[in-house]
């Protein structure tokens, strides 16, 4: 037994059982084993060193050759032609790395995958998604592209979230939290940001927490700020830029609309004239011929604030109403001459026609008719104080808490009520007089110059029934004199009229209506 050559077959072969046949040579004067082709293990072929393949000559796996390494003199190459996977496998790491050892790819045995980018990490996997390093770009070549994030989670209470997080070690008030920016070219392929939204943390006090949300867009080359939004409110053009709002409904382009640049505020016009400018209708006047905000068919109300001379001559406000086409004027604020800056309400009941029944005036609230006589020019209503006096001099001196009266005053006729109570005379001398919040008027000579009133009294020193007790306030006066008491209903004699039938204390209750001045 040995080994056998079988030239004419080219055959070389080892006869011993699980006999090896090694292929030797010299190598610099020793012996190596070059090739060994191991017959226990089925012929396992061990090369004591290098194989080295030929451009194009390939190194090919598999009965129907599916796997093939090769190098084609530029570029190498592993080819996986079968009809399975191809597997990397590592029992530790997997490592793609470049000549100089710089990291491309990591695979971490059981833990994360990282992908480098010149030996920096920009990319990794989490135990729960993606974590990407610096800048990201998504390039897509057909504006049809679409980044979506998608959910099949059931639960409903949330969906996919973007969350822009600012993880800072020393965060401060006004730190920017995230920004949104949509970037393009112009005509002279320069890059622009076109608009921009923005988060900022305005206060990061524990407790306090303040946030701020913007929009920005570009306006004549510059990125102005559009709309920002904190927690207590919302302001359009927030930097006073002249970016004009505007509200569209279905039929009208200007339903609202706020003219940045000329501070004007128009409804329903896209070019109001005044500050704030109302047009309800598509003539921008407010006609007597046309319901407000109406065809001349139905029923209609409307309210025109309007500050422009036209046709119909009207400088102000103006409400109506209209049935089948006639207008019935309610409320009008300088229309026409006639109102000269009045605000006149009117009413019609039938006919053709309205009547007046309140103005309005600089003067006071007209009722009924425009005159003097129709006129309210004042109205007041509040507490005064008093004091009971002699008509020679001295006073009764009043119990703590009754030296106040209360007065209602509409135009010249003036109602009070007062009750008293005195503990002392205080050297009083003459008739007791009552002062008042206003003088009585002066009338003409044919006028009644006098008010009479009564009320109770009582006076200890004779007695404690009440007694009817009569007030004068004569002309041009401003108190109320007691004439006399009555007790009972027969005595007619004259008391208290003076200081000589009390003895200063005293006790009752006056209403008094008079004209003052």
């Not at 059982?17 to 084993?33: H, V």
């Not at 191809?86 to 710089?102: A, K, M, P, Q, Y």
């Not at 510059?222 to 569209?248: K, P």
């Amino acid at each position: 037994m040995g080994t056998e050559i079988d030239g004419v077959n080219g055959i070389i072969k080892n006869t011993t059982s699980d006999g090896d046949i090694t292929i030797k040579g010299n190598d610099g004067g020793s012996e190596i084993s070059a090739l060994v082709l191991d017959m226990s293990d089925a012929g396992t072929a061990t090369f004591n060193h290098d194989v080295k393949l030929g451009d194009n000559s390939k190194a090919i796996f598999g009965a129907g050759s599916d796997l093939q390494i090769y190098h084609d003199g530029s570029n190498s190459y592993i080819d996986d032609a079968g009809t399975g996977d191809l597997f990397l496998r590592g029992e530790n790491n997997v490592r793609i790395t470049d000549s100089n050892s710089n990291k491309m790819f990591l695979g971490q045995h059981d833990g994360e995958v990282q992908l480098y980018h010149n030996g920096t990490e920009k990319f990794h996997t989490t135990s729960t998604g993606i974590n990407v390093l610096g800048s990201g770009v998504f390039t897509t070549a057909d504006n049809t592209d679409t980044l979506t994030l998608t959910s099949t989670d059931a639960d409903a209470s949330s969906g996919p979230n973007l969350r822009l997080y600012r993880n800072s070690s020393s965060p401060a008030n006004d730190d920017v939290t995230g920004v949104i920016q949509f970037e393009g070219r112009n005509n002279a392929s320069q890059d622009f940001i076109s608009s921009e939204i923005k988060s900022v943390t305005s206060d990061v006090a524990d407790g306090d927490e303040d946030g701020y949300f913007s929009i920005s867009v570009m306006n004549n080359g510059t990125l102005d700020l559009a709309l920002g939004i904190t927690g207590s409110e919302t302001v359009i053009n927030d930097t006073s830029n002249n970016h004009d709002f505007r509200v569209e409904s279905d039929g009208n382009t200007h339903m609202l609309f706020v003219d940045g640049g000329n501070d004007r505020i128009g409804f329903g016009t896209s070019a109001p004239t005044q500050h704030t400018e109302i047009v309800l209708n598509s003539t921008g006047a407010i006609p007597t011929s046309e319901a407000i905000g109406s065809s001349n068919a139905g029923v209609a109300m409307g309210l025109g604030i309007h500050n422009e001379s036209n046709s119909a001559t009207y400088t102000g406000i103006a409400l109506e109403t209209r049935t089948s086409g006639a207008s019935r004027w309610l409320i009008a604020n300088e229309w026409q001459s006639t109102y000269n800056g009045d605000l006149v309400f009117r009413n019609r009941n039938g006919g053709s026609s309205s009547t007046e029944v309140m103005r309005l005036t600089s003067g006071g609230i007209a009722i009924g008719g425009t005159g003097a006589a129709n006129t309210l020019d004042d109205y007041e209503e509040g507490t005064f104080t008093y004091a009971i006096n002699g008509s020679n001099s001295g006073n009764l001196v009043l119990r703590s808490g009754y030296a106040r009266g209360e007065y209602v005053k509409v135009g010249n006729v003036v109602h009070i009520d007062l009750r008293f109570e005195t503990s002392d005379d205080n050297s009083i001398s003459g008739n007791l007089q009552w002062t008042l919040p206003f003088t009585k008027a002066n009338p003409n000579a044919n006028d009644a110059g006098n008010s009479v009133t009564v009320g109770y009294i009582r006076d200890n020193s004779l007695g404690t029934n009440y007694r009817t007790g009569v007030y004068l306030v004569g002309q041009s006066e401003a108190y109320a004199q007691l004439l006399f008491s009555r007790e009972g209903a027969v005595t007619s004699t004259v008391e208290l009229a003076n200081d000589g039938n009390t003895d200063g204390v005293l006790e009752g209750v006056i209403s008094i209506t008079y004209r003052t001045t």
